[in-house]
């Protein structure tokens, strides 16, 4: 099956400091990524929608110069929270589809804690 | 505005006994449906899914949803839980536009005790 791989799976950093989280698609190609965050008890929220080789796609109230995405190959995708804040602390959840299937198969997230 | 409720948040079982989910979307055109599972520690796993034809669908490990348009239902059962069912399950949606962005309900705890 399709498998989806997050790096690192947990990060601890001060406030102020940027953090890039990599997403990777091990055995099948992603022209399109999807990043979610999740907080405690609460559901997933799509915070945009990573195209590579153009720009990505962000949802309403997300901040894209906070948050900035970058899929630069058909199996990378990052995420950098930039200066972060201990209000970014989070879940961050990667996905991508699989041609064909209309599925999404989800990474194992990646936990960020900012103090 | 297109939503996903889920309105069991915490669900707590004796082993085999009987499962239901209620899921429920607001959205006004097709969709395609599907329920994951998230075990402790592990990435989301595709459950089952829907897109058409018959609308009973049955899944991985025992697990079965039916789709009932006229309620804008996917609710998710399993006839007799185990303590290895333990986990939480999300049902999203995901309008047929080929977008493949999901909207997620905010999940289901379940816990089976032994």
């Known amino acids: 099956g399709a498998v989806v791989s997050q790096h690192p799976s947990w990060v601890i950093c001060k406030s102020g400091t940027s953090v890039k989280i990599e997403c990777r698609s091990l055995d099948f190609q992603a022209t399109t990524m999807f990043w979610y965050r999740q907080f405690p008890k609460q559901s997933l929220m799509l915070m945009a929608t990573?195209?590579?080789?153009?720009?990505?796609?962000?949802e309403q109230g997300v901040e894209k110069d906070k948050f900035l995405i970058n899929h630069a190959s058909l199996t990378l995708s990052t995420l950098t929270v930039t200066s972060a804040h201990p209000e970014d602390s989070s879940f961050y959840i990667c996905?991508?589809?699989?041609?064909?299937?209309?599925?999404?198969?989800f990474g194992p997230g990646t936990r960020l804690l900012v103090l | 505005a297109q939503s996903v409720s889920q309105h069991n948040h915490h669900v707590i079982l004796s082993e085999a006994a009987s499962l239901e989910l209620g899921c429920n979307y607001s959205?006004?055109?097709?969709?395609?449906l599907f329920w994951y599972v998230q075990y402790p520690g592990q990435h989301l796993q595709l459950l089952l899914k829907?897109?058409?034809?018959?609308?009973l669908v049955k899944g991985i490990k025992g697990f079965e949803a039916e789709f009932i348009k006229s309620k804008f239902s996917f609710n998710l059962r399993k006839p007799s839980v185990q303590w290895s069912d333990t986990a939480e399950y999300f049902c999203?949606?995901?309008?047929?536009?080929?977008?493949?962005?999901?909207?997620f309900g905010t999940g289901t705890r379940l816990k089976v005790l032994a």
């Open positions: 996905s991508a589809p699989l041609a064909g299937e209309e599925t999404q198969y």
């Open positions: 829907y897109f058409s034809g018959d609308p």
């Open positions: 999203a949606v995901t309008p047929v536009s080929g977008t493949y962005k999901y909207i």
């Open positions: 959205y006004g055109g097709t969709v395609n």
């Open positions: 990573s195209n590579e080789g153009s720009k990505a796609t962000y």
